[in-house]
């Protein structure tokens, strides 16, 4: 029903920047909430922002705050995550997901992209 698509993903520096893009097809998406989650090797897959399509509410995870900002484009139904000030510890599997509850937990996102690997060096 619909498909996401993760890209933008590779190899930065400590303190570079990349912009991850989700693509939604399928079907519009401008009743849902798009987030963001990221999963290293051994640790459990955690939030990292979110942004509600009609009207443009986010949220972002304290740990990158102030680093990291969600944005969407109607036309291209497609989500943004400009990362900025990358650290090390920011190395994972990002993943966009896609569900049509607000407020929404991790358990109710109903699609769920491949994943683009993300990795910071020191």
């Known amino acids: 029903q619909v498909q996401l698509v993760e890209s933008g993903g590779g190899l930065v520096q400590a303190g570079g920047s990349l912009r991850l893009s989700c693509a939604a097809s399928g079907r519009t998406i401008s009743n849902y909430v798009v987030g963001w989650f990221r999963q290293a090797p051994g640790i459990e897959r955690e939030f990292v922002s979110n942004?509600?399509?009609?009207?443009?509410?986010?949220n972002y995870a304290d740990s990158v705050k102030g680093r990291f900002t969600i944005s969407r484009d109607n036309a291209k139904n497609t989500v943004y995550l400009q990362m900025n000030s990358l650290k090390p510890e920011d190395t994972a599997v990002y993943y966009c997901a896609a569900g049509n509850r607000w407020p929404i937990r991790r358990t109710e996102y109903d699609y769920w992209g491949q994943g683009t690997q993300v990795t910071v060096s020191s």
């Open positions: 942004i509600k399509w009609s009207g443009g509410t986010t």
